[in-house]
């Protein structure tokens, strides 16, 4: 792996060889501001060619033609992981692309803290030398969030464990539940995502069926209930919608045999829903029968 430094040396180098002609307009956003640590970061790249040619964007078998530049708060650079390459691009005059990019498949951001990131881009010159350029910085925070539920299980028979974990989450102002899966040997991070949006008026329940898979069940809106099946690799195997049955809020049941399943439910089909809809509406912009 090509160490970090050597290539913002080569970067910069190239940054003053910027020729004129090669106008070029490089935008860094990310989809928000507030993460839970270790959950996919979103970051869109965006470039417009006002060369006033086509513009070629490729690596060179060392240096790849986009770079991202992690640092934490202190200004110290954030581990990378090893080599991620981009295929080569080119974009036409005046053409816009966006290409989006998950920061934490390039960088360990498993840890708490406050980061900033910027984006360094390469332009293949065919009858130059290359030029590079770099984004604006965008800044991010991270948070461990408020573990709800944990359970640590066996897989493979027994040869190794997984941390199951629930965590809550505010973040821009909305409260979210995530699932963290954790190797139980080594304590590193399989995966954490976010499950949606929860009101916490109603406790979630977690449970664990005999296939070593976690079943959360929450509630998501006042009428509306969401059971998530998640198994030991950090899959999203299942999600299913539910509304109040006859007696009372939704809950998992787990079986004598290892089953989980959800009882006292409606469950909702939001496809069905719509098109229920649609019928209703086609049914009332129909012409009333008056003279």
Same mark, same amino acid.
């Given at each position: 792996?090509?160490?970090?430094?050597?290539?913002?040396?080569?970067?910069?180098?190239?940054?003053?060889?910027?020729?004129?002609?090669?106008?070029?307009?490089?935008?860094?956003?990310?989809?928000?501001?507030?993460?839970?640590?270790?959950?996919?970061?979103?970051?869109?790249?965006?470039?417009?060619?006002?060369?006033?040619?086509?513009? #070629?964007?490729?690596?060179?078998?060392?240096?790849?033609?986009?770079?991202?530049?992690?640092?934490?708060?202190?200004?110290?650079?954030?581990?990378?992981?090893?080599?991620?390459?981009?295929?080569?691009?080119?974009?036409?005059?005046?053409?816009?692309?966006?290409?989006?990019?998950?920061?934490?498949?390039?960088?360990?951001?498993?840890?708490?803290?406050?980061?900033?990131?910027?984006?360094?881009?390469?332009? #293949?010159?065919?009858?130059?030398?290359?030029?590079?350029?770099?984004?604006?910085?965008?800044?991010?925070?991270?948070? !461990?969030?408020? @573990?709800?539920?944990?359970?640590?299980?066996?897989?493979?028979?027994?040869?190794?464990?997984?941390?199951?974990?629930?965590?809550?989450?505010?973040?821009? @102002?909305?409260?979210?539940?995530?699932?963290?899966?954790?190797?139980?040997?080594?304590?590193?991070?399989?995966?954490?995502?976010?499950?949606?949006?929860?009101?916490?008026?109603?406790?979630?329940?977690?449970?664990?069926?005999?296939?070593?898979?976690?079943?959360?069940?929450?509630?998501? #809106?006042?009428?509306?209930?969401?059971?998530?099946?998640?198994?030991?690799?950090?899959?999203?195997?299942?999600?299913?919608?539910?509304?109040?049955?006859?007696?009372?809020?939704?809950?998992?049941?787990?079986?004598?045999?290892?089953?989980?399943?959800?009882?006292?439910?409606?469950?909702?089909?939001?496809?069905?829903?719509?098109?229920?809809?649609?019928?209703?509406?086609?049914?009332?912009?129909? !012409?009333?029968?008056?003279?």
């Amino acid at each position: 792996m090509i160490h970090l430094k050597f290539l913002l040396s080569v970067l910069a180098i190239c940054a003053f060889s910027l020729p004129a002609s090669a106008q070029i307009s490089a935008n860094l956003k990310l989809e928000r501001q507030e993460y839970l640590a270790g959950e996919p970061v979103l970051a869109t790249v965006t470039i417009t060619n006002l060369a006033g040619r086509d513009l #070629t964007f490729a690596g060179n078998g060392r240096i790849p033609w986009l770079i991202f530049i992690l640092k934490d708060r202190k200004g110290g650079e954030v581990h990378a992981r090893p080599n991620r390459q981009f295929g080569k691009m080119t974009i036409k005059n005046g053409q816009t692309v966006a290409r989006k990019v998950d920061l934490s498949e390039h960088f360990f951001l498993t840890e708490a803290g406050n980061f900033n990131a910027t984006a360094s881009i390469r332009v #293949t010159n065919p009858n130059a030398e290359d030029s590079g350029f770099s984004t604006n910085r965008v800044l991010f925070n991270q948070s !461990p969030g408020r @573990l709800y539920w944990s359970q640590t299980v066996g897989t493979q028979g027994g040869k190794k464990t997984r941390n199951f974990r629930v965590l809550n989450f505010t973040g821009d @102002l909305k409260n979210q539940l995530y699932a963290q899966i954790l190797d139980g040997a080594s304590g590193k991070m399989v995966r954490t995502f976010r499950l949606g949006e929860v009101i916490m008026m109603r406790k979630p329940t977690v449970t664990i069926d005999g296939k070593q898979r976690m079943h959360v069940m929450f509630l998501a #809106t006042p009428d509306m209930y969401v059971h998530c099946v998640v198994d030991a690799d950090g899959r999203l195997v299942d999600r299913g919608l539910h509304q109040r049955g006859a007696y009372g809020d939704p809950q998992l049941v787990a079986s004598g045999t290892g089953n989980v399943g959800v009882i006292n439910s409606i469950p909702f089909d939001p496809k069905a829903a719509a098109e229920e809809n649609a019928k209703i509406r086609k049914a009332s912009d129909r !012409p009333s029968g008056g003279f």
